[in-house]
């Protein structure tokens, strides 16, 4: 199965977990979904639990700028039901006017100790945090905003394929009740972002036939496929790992891992080497049949991370499996040409966009208890002074991030209180750290469930 906790991939969402969680050291808890309110400002989705029987009541709440809560004491509440609160799936993303579409899997009942079948709900609320609609949806694996006011939703369908859902602003599915079949089967890697015309571009590493590679496709804002059947092949070599991001014309930039054969006499992959490619509107490859080496032929880089830079290229992150905490950063145009004399050197985690055509980093501190942010200018200069930007997270486990719209960072957290090996009280934070590097919304952040 294609699954995630990722909320969108135009707000750059990425997790960073630690090994704590409700049944023991190995499980960890979800933080509360965020995005951004375009305005500095914040909107979380988060539970309420009792922690007995995994009940939750589900909340969606807007904090001002200045971190005030503007949707009452707890938020706005779009529903109850059971669920594993370590496996609680929530996702949220922007409607682009304030307010926001937020969609999570639950159980809705649980007779006897048994679960019922997992129900998949999608909402939007608005800036002044009235539900507009609430609807059921087949799946969820990843959701971005289609730049509408609605959401397009990935997911695999019951034939193992990815499909893809749009929601408009009214809660209506232009796309049909079950959306549109890519046509790709997710193997290792799966991605999609907005076309900027209210369709998506998907990004899968696959087999098809005997070959393990790079495809994508494209769906308009109508829910027609507009590429070849089983999509375009952007990287003709063994490739995973792939992100992508819009061009802002239609097309998209692919970052990727691209295996390299051993060369010993032994089979497989021995390396791997850190490629873009670029696909324009109308499906035709522009930067060669196994795309533009961005660190190739040196100590194994691995995970490539993508964020647009605003003016048709992007920012592309990977690490050394030597120096696994420190990424590598380099900035391509739109012609793939690199703009930066020296690669930026950056303590990695959570990558995002500042929207200003940088990018900021939230790592661990390393002292289990705080986390370190940094912002990159356009020309991959350090904004933070040379060792950012402090953040004391109370007990934090998993972490994410969102930009908040100015050019700063949104952040949220998970804790756990424990009694003996039992979890008794699950916690969501949220911080903002604004464009200056200064933290806004206290030492410790803000607690949703007061």
Not at 265 to 294: F, H, K, S
Request: charged share 20%; with cysteine; hydrophobic share 35%.
């Amino acid at each position: 199965m294609w699954r995630k906790t990722v909320i969108s991939a135009l707000i750059g969402v990425i997790l960073l977990s630690a090994s704590c969680g409700p049944y023991g050291p190995n499980v960890s808890i979800p933080p509360a979904a965020i995005t951004g309110d375009n305005s500095g400002g914040a909107i979380a989705f988060y539970q309420i639990w009792r922690m007995a029987d995994s009940y939750g009541q589900f909340y969606v709440q807007k904090i001002s700028p200045e971190g005030d809560f503007l949707w009452g004491e707890k938020g706005v509440s779009i529903g109850s039901g059971y669920s594993d609160f370590g496996d609680f799936d929530s996702y949220a993303v922007s409607d682009g006017s304030g307010g926001a579409i937020v969609i999570w899997l639950e159980f809705p009942s649980q007779p006897e100790g048994e679960p019922s079948s997992l129900q998949t709900h999608a909402a939007r609320i608005d800036s002044e945090g009235n539900v507009q609609w609430q609807r059921d949806i087949p799946g969820i694996d990843q959701a971005i905003p289609d730049g509408l006011g609605g959401a397009i939703i990935a997911y695999t369908d019951p034939y193992d394929n990815i499909s893809v859902l749009k929601i408009d602003a009214e809660g209506n599915l232009p796309w049909g009740q079950d959306g549109v079949s890519v046509g790709l089967v997710p193997e290792r890697s799966d991605e999609m972002a907005s076309d900027g015309s209210g369709g998506v571009i998907v990004v899968e590493c696959s087999y098809q036939g005997d070959s393990d590679a790079l495809y994508a496709q494209r769906v308009d804002s109508g829910g027609n496929i507009l590429w070849q059947t089983g999509g375009i092949q952007a990287c003709v070599s063994s490739a995973g790992g792939a992100q992508v991001v819009s061009d802002g014309v239609g097309g998209a930039i692919i970052a990727y891992e691209r295996n390299i054969p051993c060369e010993d006499g032994r089979t497989g992959y021995c390396d791997t080497d850190i490629y873009a490619q670029r696909i324009d509107a109308e499906g035709n490859v522009l930067w060669g049949p196994d795309g533009l080496p961005i660190c190739a032929g040196s100590s194994v880089p691995n995970s490539p991370r993508i964020v647009t830079d605003g003016a048709g290229g992007a920012i592309i992150f990977f690490f050394f499996l030597e120096d696994y905490a420190a990424f590598r950063a380099r900035r391509i145009d739109a012609d793939g040409h690199e703009l930066w004399e020296e690669e930026a050197n950056l303590w990695g985690g959570i990558i995002v966009s500042d929207g200003w055509g940088g990018v900021i980093s939230v790592w661990d501190g390393g002292d289990g208890g705080s986390r370190r942010a940094q912002r990159l200018d356009a020309m991959g200069r350090e904004l933070w002074g040379p060792d950012g930007t402090t953040l004391t997270l109370r007990d934090r486990h998993w972490s994410l991030a969102a930009p908040d719209g100015c050019g700063g960072v949104l952040i949220s957290w998970s804790a756990v209180e424990f009694k003996g090996s039992e979890a008794s009280t699950i916690s969501y934070y949220v911080q903002r750290v604004d464009a200056d590097g200064d933290v806004v919304w206290g030492d410790e952040g803000i607690l949703l469930n007061r």
